[in-house]
């Protein structure tokens, strides 16, 4: 048996079909929401936001064009609303955040080497990385965009999204470094 | 500066994470495939992304789920949605008209509108003759149900069955009615067909086919036509 096609499903949510909106919610709620929490940090607000990409979807079920895949819709959505929400934010607070965040692996490149876990220390780094560092990776390995949906989803050209992927493997590699991982590349 | 190798090599490089994810094209993953071959580097290269790979995966996994209150929060949204905003939207005739009319090409416009003109010029001419030749009733203004007997339609006469072709703009079809001295007299029928009277008298019925086959010569605008009561 084959489950119904995302896109047949916006069809029914078009409609007003509440059913269909829960399927497609149970299908991809968990990865939208880890999305939106790499991106916002915040547990409760990524929950909130994660409601509101779908009911963006609800109301605007009747306008999608099947041009992408409804993952990729979802995603961008997800990404505009978590923007606006950072954007809500003090500023102070973002810096202060990232700042913090940059700082851990590097701040005790012995300790980590102590736990003799490379995977774990990758893990530490991939959550040091500038949160736009941290989209792409999430959006390329984890997401599985080709290079087009994340230029669809980020909104930018598709080179900028080699090259932003590339820069941000080589930032991930410069932290593994301080943190004591040299795996000789670059 | 960059030679065309070390270009290509770079370009190689940038398409690893997706050759790893299994996204990329077939033509662009046979080119990885091939350069992981022939590249010792390239190769080490890839098992580095495949292991930023695993442990990004393992980094989203360990992030865990949201709880029911997110399905719930939706579901309320969805509620309000159906209480308030659906309600809300007044249904606009004039934009679901313009909306739909903007979808035909001006020709189909216009012989729609040649249509509607001769459908009402028709209704008229019924209703005219219903109010001035009521029969039995001398009064002008005796009421009569919207649904006219068929023999207002005109009994006598000799008829045809036309079809026009697409192309066929209103002023061709005018040019063609007037030229067979033919009138519409209902229509369209399922088919896009016409009821055409072609005499206001019965006509033999050779003469009948002999102007039916007049009409069958101007293919450019006539698809179908043939003799009916």
């Keep these: ?186 | 500066m960059m030679t065309k190798n070390e270009t290509e090599r770079r370009d190689i490089e940038t398409l690893l994470p997706w050759h790893a994810a299994g996204t990329l094209s077939r033509r662009d993953a046979q080119r990885v495939e091939a350069a992981l071959k022939e590249d010792r580097d390239l190769a080490r290269q890839f098992e580095l992304v495949r292991e930023e790979l695993g442990e990004t995966i393992h980094l989203n996994e360990t992030l865990g789920a949201p709880s029911a209150r997110a399905m719930e929060r939706l579901l309320a949204g969805i509620e309000a949605e159906g209480t308030k905003g659906r309600k809300r939207q007044s249904f606009n005739l004039a934009a679901f008209i313009g909306e739909r009319m903007s979808m035909f090409s001006p020709r189909t416009l216009a012989w729609s509108a040649v249509t509607a003109v001769l459908a009402i010029v028709l209704q008229a001419g019924l209703l005219a003759n219903l109010y001035i030749n009521e029969p039995g009733s001398e009064v002008p203004s005796a009421y009569k149900t919207a649904s006219a007997p068929t023999r207002s339609l005109g009994p006598v006469g000799s008829y045809a069955l036309i079809g026009f072709t697409p192309q066929a703009s209103a002023a061709d079809v005018t040019k063609f009615l007037e030229a067979h001295k033919a009138s519409i007299v209902e229509g369209p029928k399922p088919g896009g067909l016409y009821r055409i009277r072609v005499s206001t008298t019965a006509l033999p019925k050779n003469d009948l086919a002999a102007i039916v086959k007049q009409m069958q010569n101007d293919s450019k605008i006539v698809r179908f036509v043939a003799a009916t009561e």
């Excluded at chain 1, 995977?119 to 949160?131: H, M, Q, V, W, Y």
Aim: proline share 3%; charged share 35%.
């Design chain 1, 1 to 186: 048996m084959q489950a119904t096609s995302d896109e047949a499903l916006i069809g029914r949510i078009a409609t007003g079909d509440k059913v269909a909106m829960q399927v497609l919610f149970a299908r991809h709620h968990v990865r939208v929401y880890r999305f939106v929490l790499r991106l916002v940090r915040d547990q409760t607000k990524a929950e909130d936001l994660i409601s509101e990409v779908f009911l963006d979807v609800w109301r605007q079920a009747g306008k999608f064009e099947a041009r992408s895949a409804v993952s990729t819709w979802l995603l961008a959505i997800a990404r505009y609303k978590a923007l606006s929400a950072l954007r809500r934010r003090p500023d102070e607070e973002l810096d202060d955040e990232t700042a913090a965040a940059i700082e851990d692996p590097g701040d005790d490149p012995e300790t980590a080497l102590e736990k003799k876990d490379k995977g774990e220390i990758l893990r530490k780094c991939l959550t040091a990385l500038s949160p736009e560092h941290r989209e792409i990776i999430d959006l390329v390995y984890y997401h599985e965009k080709s290079v087009e949906e994340v230029a669809e989803i980020v909104g930018i050209p598709e080179n900028t999204v080699k090259t932003r992927m590339f820069y941000a493997r080589k930032r991930l590699a410069e932290l593994l470094k301080a943190a004591g991982v040299e795996r000789g590349w670059p």
